[in-house]
């Protein structure tokens, strides 16, 4: 097994002047940061994390060699964020994929960036969000669909940059001749559903650059409410780590960001599908979840009742009490 076609695509959408994503087309490495902050700090984010993996020729060393990098990553966003107060507070995503010799792929993930699989006609999601409506699903307090629309979506749970330690999840899949995978920020997980994403890779297989071209076109035209980025690698029948590929990663990366515009990248009114706002991304520990959301209104319900229930009991306790006190005060 080797790499096969691979390409990359990234667009700041139609809402945001900036584009605060960064990725890495380097193969055996692909990788997604979605950085977050006020002026242009979430820029600054994401490209300090995607600079170690740029540094360096990565080929091998599994999940430890992921974690190592993407630790030296959160090293260089918080030294910076601490330093420079024009930086403080901002943060990153990062999701990496690593193609190993064996075949194996390798995996290094943090935020809410995706990382998807296409085998045969199915696409899973292979990361676990860490974000708040992800683990409130997770907990069993909110459906997929809830999540979906949840107006606390881009609410993180962890963060490159926010803290000097990082606690990164690695993990290794095997790959399979004819696997896509997608590596790709919110701005398209959000604005395009599961089986849409399905339906354009599923279509757009035998050419990754048209795939990655209509994925941001699909996230334009559902509002481009965020920059959209999206890395695409395929696994290849044959010897050898990869196939040809004529184009340098500095090339790649060149025609990933040229913005094409055409008709079909207008925005249609009927095309425009109106989600719920959403607040800006930030970052709130898992732990500290329960204190950051608003109590759901059956609770509050619950609250009240009991304390009413409360009132009621001291009020006939009392009442009890002075019909006691006037029977004793009568029999004597
Ligand atoms: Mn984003």
């Known amino acids: 097994m080797k790499i096969g076609a691979v390409a990359a695509k990234t667009d700041p959408g139609r809402k945001r002047r900036g584009n605060e994503d960064a990725f890495v087309c380097r193969p055996p490495l692909f990788a997604i940061a979605d950085g977050m902050g006020g002026a242009q700090a979430g820029e600054v984010a994401s490209a300090l994390a995607v600079e170690p993996l740029n540094e360096t020729r990565v080929d091998g060393g599994g999940e430890r060699r992921l974690a190592e990098l993407i630790q030296e990553a959160n090293r260089r966003v918080h030294d910076r964020a601490s330093t420079d107060a024009a930086t403080s507070g901002m943060g990153t995503t990062i999701t990496v994929a690593l193609v190993e010799p064996d075949g194996h792929i390798a995996f290094g993930h943090v935020g809410d960036s995706r990382a998807y699989r296409l085998r045969g006609d199915v696409l899973e999601q292979v990361t ?92 334009n035209r ?60 930030m970052v709130v520990p898992a732990s500290e979840i329960a204190a950051a959301m608003p109590p759901p209104e059956g609770e509050e319900y619950e609250a009240g009742a009991a304390h009413k229930a409360l009132a009621l009991l001291v009020i006939l306790a009392l009442l009890a009490l002075i019909v006691v006190l006037i029977w004793w005060g009568l029999a004597r």
């Not at 094409?260 to 800006?280: A, F, G, K, M």
């Open 128 to 219: 676990n969000d860490h974000s708040l409506v992800a683990e409130l699903v997770r907990r069993g307090e909110l459906s997929p669909a809830e999540a979906e629309v949840h107006p606390q979506r881009s609410v993180i749970t962890r963060a490159l940059g926010t803290d000097p330690d990082i606690d990164v999840d690695t993990f290794t899949v095997d790959a399979q001749a004819g696997d896509i995978y997608l590596i790709c920020s919110d701005g398209l997980s959000d604005m395009v559903d599961h089986g849409t994403l399905e339906s354009i890779l599923r279509d757009n297989r035998s050419n990754l650059d048209d795939a990655a071209k209509a994925l941001v076109q699909a996230a």
């Open 222 to 281: 559902a509002g481009g409410e965020d920059n959209i980025t999206a890395v695409l690698f395929e696994i290849a029948e044959g010897e050898g780590s990869q196939e040809p590929d004529e184009r340098t990663a500095e090339q790649i990366t060149m025609e990933a960001q040229s913005v094409h515009v055409d008709d079909e990248d207008t925005l249609h009114p009927e095309d425009n599908v109106q989600l719920p706002p959403r607040e800006d991304t």
